[in-house]
């Protein structure tokens, strides 16, 4: 939304950090989201599919600046703060019928946290088969949700081979552009000799300035207020603006099914025959930190991502 109504070094940082060259890229990527969300927003006590997934946004303006008409009909639809622009993304799924876990099978395991130390954990499992990959360095695991609708969705483990290895894979996540090609989604349904994940349950926020500022694009202030013309009026006395920019999200993870949410606001304020052969032996044992994804089939739109460092923590 921010980059949406931005124009000159303001839009040239938006785009850098959102790894996008053009509006047009962000609003094809926005109208995509759009389309997925709008097929997944019915209310699961109509389709029975348990399936619920919204997404809203929102703009709060100071009556100094109002919001240019252009702007409003793009986005909007239908003290010392000058804009607080925020969008939010809500998602509750229940698994797919034949992957639901039982409770009463749900044991405590130890899983081995990043530094050596293990913490004792409720852990899920199944005799169903799964769809399963293995590949560099890291096994892909997918189970899908229940749904009535066009849109299919599914949860993705992706698990390191070793216990200390999320930090190559992310790393690998972060710097091969066809990492979430269809490859590592192209898996096969196998039967698993073992196979344990664990609940979890956490909430995260963080700056999302600092990270900018990590990533070597700091952000701090809107040098040029004129930046924002193609979202405010702004009168030519104004010298600059603050920002301050967090993301907040939440995912709980259980017998049950998956409920996940996501909020990012944006605060801008005024400054001045033969034997038959052995069957191969496939295992999925999520006791070590992981990455999780919650995938939209039909696009491949990425919902929600992370990490999972500590289950319980």
């Known amino acids: 939304m921010l980059a949406v109504g931005s124009t000159g070094q303001?839009?040239?940082?938006?785009?850098?950090?959102?790894?996008?060259?053009?509006?047009?890229?962000?609003?094809?990527?926005?109208?995509?989201?759009?389309?997925?969300?709008?097929?997944g927003s019915r209310s699961s006590e109509i389709d029975g599919s348990g399936l619920i997934l919204t997404m809203v946004n929102g703009a709060w303006v100071d009556r100094r600046f109002p919001l240019v008409s252009k702007y409003k009909e793009k986005v909007l639809k239908d003290p010392e703060t000058v804009i607080i622009i925020a969008n939010g993304l809500y998602f509750k799924?229940?698994?797919?019928?034949?992957?639901?876990?039982?409770?009463?099978?749900?044991?405590?395991?130890?899983?081995?946290?990043?530094?050596?130390?293990?913490?004792?954990?409720?852990?899920?499992?199944?005799?169903?088969?799964?769809y399963y990959g293995s590949f560099q360095g890291f096994k892909v695991l997918k189970i899908p949700y229940q749904s009535c609708q066009p849109n299919n969705f599914s949860m993705y483990f992706f698990l390191p081979h070793e216990q200390d290895g999320l930090q190559n894979l992310i790393e690998k996540l972060n710097s091969d552009s066809g990492f979430l090609s269809q490859?590592?989604?192209?898996?096969?349904?196998?039967?698993?000799?073992?196979?344990?994940?664990?609940?979890?349950?956490?909430?995260?926020?963080?700056?999302?300035?600092?990270?900018?500022?990590?990533?070597?694009?700091?952000?701090?202030?809107?040098?040029?207020?004129?930046?924002?013309?193609?979202?405010?009026?702004i009168s030519e006395d104004i010298q600059y603006f603050s920002l301050k920019m967090f993301q907040k999200a939440y995912i709980e993870v259980d017998e049950k099914g998956t409920e996940a949410a996501a909020i990012t606001y944006f605060h801008c304020g005024l400054t001045s025959a033969a034997r038959p052969p052995k069957r191969k032996r496939y295992n999925f044992v999520a006791d070590h930190p992981f990455v999780f994804m919650i995938r939209e089939e039909r696009s491949g739109l990425i919902l929600f991502s992370g990490a999972v460092l500590n289950p319980i923590n």
């Open 183 to 233: 490859e590592y989604f192209e898996l096969t349904e196998e039967k698993l000799d073992e196979f344990w994940i664990p609940k979890f349950k956490f909430s995260f926020d963080f700056n999302v300035l600092e990270v900018m500022g990590d990533m070597g694009v700091p952000f701090s202030k809107i040098e040029n207020p004129r930046d924002l013309s193609e979202m405010m009026h």
């Open 10 to 39: 303001t839009l040239k940082h938006m785009l850098g950090f959102l790894g996008s060259k053009n509006v047009d890229e962000i609003n094809s990527k926005s109208r995509k989201m759009m389309a997925v969300t709008a097929g």
């Open 93 to 130: 799924g229940l698994w797919d019928s034949a992957y639901k876990f039982d409770e009463s099978r749900t044991e405590k395991r130890k899983f081995y946290l990043h530094e050596g130390s293990t913490v004792l954990v409720p852990f899920m499992t199944s005799h169903e088969d799964y």
